[in-house]
């Protein structure tokens, strides 16, 4: 069975040239999924005798860790990019905070320059 992810997974290309509606290669990602569609389908013949419902089963189980194995892989694929953006933000937020930091301090001030005001004598 194929998929767009286990067939990048099998050219050893990213996932993301093929992996979603407007990725870069649509026309082989419908061809894909055309034909995963086909060959997802569940038996349409019903079984009679316990050899044909044992092997309908099995087709199933199939079909479905198949269905579970990419399920996975996409939500790995999600949590890192998550965890990506996550520190991205952090980055972000502490450059902010160093800009406005350095936007408070006084114009005249010499960095690493600490002048002491003279204190008035009465």
Not at 72 to 100: C, F, G, P, T, V
């Amino acid at each position: 069975m194929s998929n767009p992810t286990t067939v990048s997974i099998e050219a050893g290309v990213s996932r993301t040239l093929i992996g979603y509606d407007k990725c870069r290669y649509r026309n082989v990602r419908q061809a894909i999924c055309e034909k995963d569609a086909a060959a997802d389908q569940l038996p349409v013949r019903v079984p009679t005798d316990m050899r044909a419902i044992n092997e309908d089963l099995k087709q199933i189980n199939r079909i479905l860790e198949q269905r579970l194995r990419v399920s996975i892989s996409e939500q790995a694929a999600m949590l890192n990019r998550m965890q990506k953006l996550e520190n991205e933000y952090h980055d972000k937020a502490a450059e902010i905070k160093r800009i406005k930091s350095r936007a408070d301090r006084s114009h005249n001030e010499v960095v690493g320059l600490h002048v002491v005001r003279p204190v008035d004598k009465p």
